[in-house]
Nanobody, 122 residues
Framework: QVQLVESGGGLVQPGGSLRLSCAAS????????MRWHRQAPGKERELVAD???????NYADSVEGRFTISRDNAKNTVYLQMNSLKPEDTAVYYC????????????????WGQGTLVAVSS
């Protein structure tokens, strides 16, 4: 009953910028923490950034100072602003959320989006 849909990926030149969006939809749910992960070819999935419901953020060392995670709780949406992109940022980016499904009991769930490709190349 809860879905995450990412958007905003694409091809960008080194040094360019992209803004990813991830919108949660469904019924009878609430969102707690939200995160962005990425997986590059031949590498394991890694955590890029996370944000609590209250807006506290953390970043991987590799993106610190270049990426900014934010959220709009009213829209159930999390964003990832990516600046000064490098070829090594090329990956499929996945949105993840800790959610609660309401009724008849409250159930904590982890929800994943399908991913959006970011390709940084000349």
């Amino acid at each position: 009953q809860v879905q995450l849909v990412e958007s905003g990926g694409g091809l960008v030149q080194p040094g360019g910028s992209l803004r990813l969006s991830c919108a949660a939809s469904g019924s009878s749910f609430s969102i707690e923490a939200m995160r962005w992960h990425r997986q590059a070819p031949g590498k394991e999935r890694e955590l890029v950034a996370d944000i609590t419901k209250g807006g506290n953020t953390n970043y991987a060392d590799s993106v610190e100072g270049r990426f900014t995670i934010s959220r709009d709780n009213a829209k159930n949406t999390v964003y990832l602003q990516m600046n000064s992109l490098k070829p090594e940022d090329t990956a499929v980016y996945y949105c993840n959320a800790d959610a609660r499904q309401w009724g008849p009991t409250t159930i904590p769930i982890s929800v994943w989006g399908q991913g959006t490709l970011v390709a940084v190349s000349s």
